[in-house]
């Protein structure tokens, strides 16, 4: 896939060498390509529902186990 968006990005650099907006494009496709190549993958977006989910179980577990530690 990475070889695919390399060459259309050749592609756009060879239509339009002297277009300085089309350049800086091209700059930012191959940038963010190589980021992404360097880190295997993008960086997964946020899951707000997940964190939540994830955060009110530990403050329930917290909750009884403190409950626990109370009683005689």
Not at 50 to 55: E, M, N
């Amino acid at each position: 896939m990475s070889h695919e968006i390399i060459s259309a990005i050749s592609r756009i650099r060879r239509m339009m060498p002297r277009n300085a907006d089309a350049m800086l494009i091209c700059d930012e496709l191959e940038r963010r390509l190589v980021t992404m190549t360097k880190d295997g993958t993008a960086k997964p977006k946020f899951d707000r529902v997940a964190y939540q989910r994830d955060l009110m179980r530990k403050r329930r577990a917290e909750a009884r186990r403190k409950a626990e530690e109370k009683k005689p």
